[in-house]
């Protein structure tokens, strides 16, 4: 307090009314970062829900990004191309740049809004690289893959964003940190599926995961414009 007179007096200002925190904000000091907040009854579904969705996106977004290189290199080969399979991965790698504009807009339609519809297509733009007939048509892949990588793309970024607004600030960064590390091992497993099964089987693994986070999204609170923004109490 004496701190903060004596810098009124030198600043010619006076002291903003209200009362100086002291023992309330050491206990809320010693509340930050307790995953157990997570865990509380009123927020319980709606974590796991938060956590199953981001789990899924990260295994869609490595999964697809791994799979598209294995993928182009047979559509190479079926259409006796050379060298086309880089400019291929730079095309659908572009997808995120734009991915960045769309949801700069589609976000503020909502964030849960964006989640779901950003996941069902992806779902559906993956599943069609498994339908036989379409499989190995080199303008659908293109399309398909650089669609499914900017719509998982715009699904992470909803993701985060509801992350961030749904939290508190006590525990904001302890929630987003543990649903990416939960998602490591799950972002390797998606690796591994991608490099060593067969490209369909690997396509079909996610766009299902896709559907699981469309389905795990559609469970979430639904967000209206008073709750965006970032605030410090649920």
């Known amino acids: 307090v004496a701190v903060l007179r004596r810098l009124s007096e ?7 009314d209200g009362v100086l925190m002291g023992d309330e904000t050491r206990v809320d000091r010693m509340r930050r970062g307790n995953v157990c907040q997570m865990l509380r009854e009123s927020v319980l579904l709606s974590s796991l ?31 006796a191309l050379h060298h086309e399979m880089y400019w291929e991965m730079m095309l659908t790698t572009c997808s995120e740049a734009v991915a960045i ?9 909502g964030r849960k ?3 779901n519809v950003c ?37 992470g970024m909803g993701a985060g964003v509801y992350f961030l607004e749904y939290y508190p600030t006590a525990i904001r960064a302890t ?14 497993a998606a690796i591994v599926v991608a490099e060593s099964m067969h490209t369909m089987l690997a396509m079909y693994i996610f766009a299902t995961c ?7 999204s559609l469970l979430l609170p639904i967000d209206h414009r008073k709750s965006w923004g970032i605030r410090d109490a649920w």
């Open 49 to 79: 829900l938060l956590l199953v969705t981001y789990v899924c996106y990260q295994c869609d977004y490595f999964g697809v990004l791994f799979v598209s290189v294995r993928y182009f290199a047979k559509l190479d080969s079926i259409y």
């Open 101 to 109: 504009v769309v949801a700069i807009y589609l976000i503020d339609v």
């Open 210 to 216: 896709g559907i699981v986070a469309f389905v795990a």
């Open 119 to 155: 996941a069902a297509l992806f779902a559906l733009c993956t599943y069609l690289l498994v339908i036989v007939d379409l499989e190995y048509r080199r303008e659908v892949g293109l399309c398909a893959l650089f669609l499914a990588r900017m719509l998982i793309a715009i699904v």
């Open 175 to 188: 929630a987003l940190g543990l649903a990416v590390s939960l998602s490591m091992p799950f972002k390797f």
């Open 113 to 115: 809004y964006t989640i």
């Open 10 to 16: 030198v600043n010619a200002r006076s002291l903003p």
